[in-house]
């Protein structure tokens, strides 16, 4: 029922992850294991965990992940058969030794709720100031807008590998093939969960490894990435925003707004759409301190 996907390229930690693979109490799960044409081969090291976990194991000849993490994420997701979950497990990041077992024991609650995304407690392992963070835990259901307004507000963390979700749900939205993927897991997560809760299991947890080889340090590509978030926020406007409570829409509309100063994209028509936004989901007053914010900010652009 369960695939596991590796896209695997880097070896640092690698044994780590398989390691905690071959821990869990439950193995009811097969695993995908893609080599993106690494410099650094598993398959000595894939030799020692044999029989211990059900995998497979594909090297690709050419290199995709340094052009595109997302079609390198779909070309490793079609290698899986006919398992009706899916996970994309980084090649650093573990699972707690109980969270193929906590799935299991939570799939009549999920198929309840009707849960199309399933997600873990993590915990961050900072190998750089070689320091491990305090439990990041959620509401057991909760509505994805809800959960994306925790996130951009730092009330919470999310990583791709804490999440399991249906094959029918990435079959229908995919993930958009944003650089770097930056937010293509936030924006899945939106579309994927259609009208039903995100189910949380906080009784395991995923340990996200932090690394000076992750992109999302924070040191790593600032204006593509920011140019990024300015789209992708864009496009949360534009098709989810009337889904937010008020309090949410105000938040957003203004972390918009600072994303579009950054990356110089003032136009009318940002400024109309804003107004407008501000105008009907919030009040008159609060519309015309947006006008006033840009004709500020345009005047010291000047």
Known sequence: MLAIVIPYYKFTFFEATLQSLANQ??????????????????ELLLEKYEGQFDFVYHRFEHNLGSISLVQQWNRCIDF??????????????????????????????IITAKSNVVRYATRINDVVQLKQSDLYTHPQ???????????????????????????????????????LAWHSDDRAWLE????????????????????????????????????????FFKFVISNHFHKFRNNQQLYLLRYYEQLVYTNKKVTFSFWFTNFWLFLR??????????????????????
């Not at 193995?27 to 650094?40: G, Q």
């Open 25 to 42: 109490t439950d193995k009811r799960f097969k695993v995908y294991i893609s080599n993106d044409a690494s410099p650094e081969g598993p």
């Open 80 to 109: 899986i058969h006919d398992e009706e979950w899916l996970m994309i497990l980084g090649d650093d990041d573990e699972l707690g030794e109980h969270c193929i077992a906590d799935f299991y024991g939570n799939l009549a609650p």
């Open 141 to 179: 259901l909760e509505k994805a807008t809800d959960f994306f307004f925790r996130r951009i507000s730092n009330q919470t963390r999310s990583s791709l590998s804490e999440y399991i979700f249906t094959r029918a749900s990435f079959e229908k939205y995919g993930f958009v093939d944003y650089d």
């Open 192 to 231: 994927f969960s259609e009208n039903s809760p995100i189910y949380t299991i906080n009784t395991s947890s995923v340990s996200f490894r932090l690394s000076g080889e992750n992109i999302s340090r924070g040191d790593y590509k600032i204006k593509e990435k920011q140019l990024v978030s300015f789209t």
């Open 281 to 302: 989901s919030l009040n008159f007053m609060e519309s015309i301190k947006f006008t006033r914010r840009l004709l500020i900010h345009l005047k010291k652009d000047e």
